[in-house]
Each structure stands twice: as structure tokens, then as C-alpha cells.
């Protein structure tokens, strides 16, 4: 987790139900982005390509950095 954050990626995992959870890292700065501009959505591109929505969250404990992310599928309407 430590060689991520060197990296600025932040570790997270992909929960889709029925099927294996799958831990992935995204780069830190787009993912805080995304955050400061109120959205939940996120597009994954890499070995996972989907839409996914924000779950959950964790910071540190000044809470201005991102130390994971869950991510979820976008429900379809």
C-alpha cells in the first residue's frame, strides 16, 4: 500500500454482487478530483473497464487525502 501511494495511486476494491470483489488503484489526483467536484462516478479504464460509483471513502486523519476507494457498478435504471 505504502510502494501505491509513493506511486500517487491510491489502492481500492470493485464489489459487484455475485461476483469476486477485485482490488485495483486509481491515481490519486484524478479520484480527488472527482471527489471535490461532488460526483460519485467514476469511468475505470485499464484491466476493468466499467462505470462505477463511489461507495465508500477513507481518509486520513486530516482528512485531505484519499487512502482507499470502494467501488461498485452504476445501477441501471
Known sequence: MRR?????????IYYEPGKESIA???????????VSRGSRDV???GDLTSNATIKALQWDAFGST??????????SE
Open 24 to 34: 485495483l488503484s486509481v491515481s490519486t489526483k484524478e479520484i480527488e478530483a472527482i
Open 4 to 12: 501505491l501511494r509513493q506511486d500517487k495511486k491510491t489502492p481500492g
Open 66 to 75: 484519499v487512502l482507499h476507494v470502494d467501488l461498485t457498478p452504476v445501477k
Open 43 to 45: 469511468e475505470l479504464q
